[in-house]
């Protein structure tokens, strides 16, 4: 993610597209969390 967000930012020659970028990169894992935690494991125990 890091290589593709310093690329974004020479082509660019702009920071925001790579702010852009990191933000919905980092609220993707909490909502990945919140989904996993209320819904529980994907596989079936037992």
Same mark, same amino acid.
């Not at 852009?20 to 994907?42: E, F, I, K, R, S």
């Given at each position: +993610? %890091? #290589? +593709? !967000? $310093?690329? +974004?930012?020479?082509?660019? %020659? #702009?920071?925001? &597209? $790579? !702010?852009?970028?990191? /933000? !919905? *990169? *980092?609220?993707? @894992? &909490?909502? @990945? !969390? @919140?989904? /996993?935690?209320? /819904? %529980? &494991?994907? /596989? $079936? $125990? %037992?």
């Amino acid at each position: +993610m %890091g #290589s +593709m !967000v $310093a690329e +974004m930012m020479r082509r660019s %020659g #702009s920071i925001w &597209p $790579a !702010v852009a970028v990191h /933000t !919905v *990169n *980092n609220l993707a @894992l &909490p909502m @990945l !969390v @919140l989904l /996993t935690a209320t /819904t %529980g &494991p994907a /596989t $079936a $125990a %037992g």
